[in-house]
């Protein structure tokens, strides 16, 4: 039987808990709040994050990380991922020896421009070939109420990617292996930031070609970014580049675009941050993903003007009337 780590009782990470327990694993939930970690184990319910939906039996959770970790095959990480540096720091002298590290973070950490597996493979001082990435158009929502959904496993060693595929493939979710990191995690991370585009978008009333525009625009800057650091480019048409960006960009379920609607009908930064109860992971990523994208000479045009409306204050309707004047290009230019 397969033993799973989870760090995070967020709708992601308790959507993923479930996957690894109907897959037939024993799942340790570990969680920082008492009060939800006793909600859960009581009630077999999330009521924070995923309420009326019955969690398996083969889920238990913790605050004791050494609990959580112990004998674990897989250590899961759902957190949010400008905080995953100083968290797994903590626990990193606790993880199993032979344990894959798999994330579920889809961020670029602010100040070194790293993806989550870099960060984790740092912090926790393990090779590339024990941290995998799960990535792909899985809303938590849809997913705990067991609905279809594919998603996709990366990791560069290929076997350690079938591992993790056969310990989360279940009736409703299908996971496709890839040996992609730097693909996979991208088309995760920037996907984000297009639907802070694409939300602002829809508040400002805007209509269907704009926002297809900047769905298919905003995958053409994904693919230039990953070109320029080694990734494949047919992974962006995949699960985890088209997929994903499609999903979140269409779906009100989505965070960042729930958040850039907000701003794009007229409410503050700080009002919208009021309002929202998760992380909306690219509304920190899109600065760090603007540097690195600067660091390699890559043009990301809609993520510049994500930075300037989030960051700089800017007006949506001025960013969009200097987004549209730019010099005329062909469609495949840079790529």
């Not at 903590?90 to 989550?116: F, I």
């Not at 496709?176 to 990191?181: G, K």
Request: aromatic share 4%; net charge neutral; with cysteine.
């Amino acid at each position: 039987m397969t033993r799973a780590a989870v760090f995070g009782t967020g709708s992601w990470g308790t959507a993923f808990s479930m996957v690894l327990a109907d897959a037939g694993g024993e799942v340790r939930l570990w969680g920082r709040r008492a009060e939800l970690v006793d909600a859960i184990n009581a009630k077999h319910e999330n009521p924070d994050y995923l309420p009326g939906i019955e969690l398996p039996e083969r889920i238990r959770a913790t605050t004791d990380p050494t609990q959580a970790l112990a004998d674990a095959d897989f250590v899961v990480l759902a957190l949010p991922s400008q905080t995953v540096r100083e968290q797994l720091a903590r626990w990193a002298p606790l993880l199993p020896p032979d344990a894959v590290l798999v994330s579920l973070m889809k961020g670029v950490e602010l100040g070194t421009c790293k993806r989550m597996s870099e960060v984790i493979r740092e912090v926790a001082g393990v090779p590339e070939t024990r941290v995998a990435v799960v990535t792909g158009p899985n809303l938590a929502k849809e997913i705990a109420q067991r609905q279809p959904a594919a998603t996709v496993v990366a990791c560069t060693d290929e076997e350690v990617a079938r591992r993790l595929q056969k310990a989360c493939h279940t009736s409703y979710f299908r996971p496709y292996t890839n040996t992609d990191v730097v693909g996979c995690e991208l088309g995760g991370a920037v996907k984000n930031v297009i639907a802070l585009a694409v939300g602002i978008a829809d508040g400002m009333g805007l209509g269907d070609n704009a926002k297809a525009s900047l769905i298919t625009r905003g995958l053409a800057e994904t693919t230039r970014l990953g070109a320029a650091l080694g990734a494949d480019p047919h992974t962006f048409s995949g699960l985890a580049g088209l997929g994903d960006l499609v999903a979140t960009c269409a779906s009100p379920l989505s965070r960042n675009r729930t958040f850039g609607y907000n701003l794009g009908r007229g409410m503050t930064f700080q009002e919208v941050v009021a309002v929202t109860r998760q992380t909306a992971e690219g509304v920190k990523s899109c600065e760090s993903l603007l540097e690195l994208a600067r660091r390699h000479g890559v043009e990301m045009p809609i993520t510049e003007t994500v930075v300037a409306i989030v960051h700089d204050g800017k007006s949506p309707r001025q960013m969009l009337r200097e987004l549209m004047a730019r010099s005329a290009k062909p469609e495949r230019w840079a790529l």
